[in-house]
């Protein structure tokens, strides 16, 4: 069965701490997203430069995001893998310019446990995994550096992830992953008070199952976790509209409205401005107080 958002009820989470930062879920926020990566499909090459990336945090903090989400390594379909010492090399100096300077909670993007350690001591606030703490020593690492993780689903790896994906039942089966990674958080000392999902739309999916994850996203919230959702500007856009991926800002808005009223508490996105005044439309609606004769 699919919940609607007056069937779970808006907003059912409280504060998250960040190290010494805090977030109200009270409410949706937004992740600018800032890849410090040469090959990311839709910035790539972009912000290569500390100098470059933070300016972009700049801009972003001051359209309203929440959150700036750091990577070092392009998780695009077909991307190819990078060193630790690369990674660390792009994101580190960004990180710890960006902690000096702005007041802002500051994601890292990785999967490997050297830069997750590296980029907290230099400032990050949280890590943001697309394999879900799966690689060697990257649980363990999250759990000593106590700060929140988001568990993504990811089928295969970035070369590979869209070469003929399939499920026995799309929903379930990445409800179990995610349901499965939490345990072995909880197993590893990392409290439900620090674990965020996201279904990785995009990642290992085809355009049936990226729906079907949207139409179903109730069903994850109801995990009893903050949902992370992130589409902007990704490929199940294009499918949809056409569109090549500099036209894809208004079908990035539309499911990042259908997501925050869906359940999402952090909306993944690299236009940030239009993004923040897409979701407090949907939160307007949402926050309203209905008497029993919808008075």
């Known amino acids: ?37 040469p090959d990311s499909f839709s ?79 230099a400032g990050a606030h949280m890590i943001n995994d697309v394999l879900a703490l799966r690689e060697p020593n990257a649980l363990a690492t999250a759990a000593e550096l106590q700060v929140p993780v988001c568990l993504m689903h990811m089928q295969g790896e970035p070369r ?28 590893a000392g990392i409290p439900t008070s620090r674990v965020m999902l996201d279904p990785g739309f995009g990642f290992g999916k085809t355009l049936q199952h990226n729906l079907t994850l949207f139409k179903h996203l109730p069903e994850f919230s109801q995990l009893g976790y903050p949902l992370l959702v992130g589409v902007s500007r990704k490929s199940m856009i294009g499918s949809i509209l056409d569109m090549p991926v500099e036209q894809r800002l208004y079908g990035s808005l539309g499911l990042a409205s259908l997501a925050v009223w869906l359940g999402a508490s952090i909306i993944r996105a690299h236009d940030v401005a239009a993004t923040v005044q897409a979701i407090r439309t949907v939160e307007a609606v949402r926050s309203i107080q209905e008497d029993d004769n919808g008075a």
Do not use: W
């Open 1 to 37: 069965m699919t919940l609607t958002p007056r069937d779970r009820g808006a907003f059912p989470f409280g504060r998250m701490q960040f190290k010494n930062k805090q977030l109200d879920l009270s409410r949706a926020h937004v992740m600018g997203i800032l890849n410090v990566t």
């Open 43 to 121: 910035d790539g090459g972009r912000f290569t430069t500390v100098e470059a990336a933070l300016s972009q945090a700049r801009r972003l903090v001051g359209e309203g995001a929440s959150i700036i989400d750091i990577g070092g390594e392009s998780t695009r379909p077909g991307a190819q893998p990078v060193s630790v010492q690369q990674e660390l090399a792009r994101v580190v100096p960004v990180v710890a310019g960006i902690a000096s300077e702005l007041d802002v909670i500051i994601s890292i993007d990785t999967s490997k446990a050297e830069v997750m350690r590296e980029a907290v001591t």
């Open 160 to 187: 590979t992830m869209q070469t003929r994906p399939m499920y026995q039942d799309v929903v379930g089966d990445i409800r179990d992953f995610l349901q499965e990674r939490v345990q072995a958080c909880l197993a």
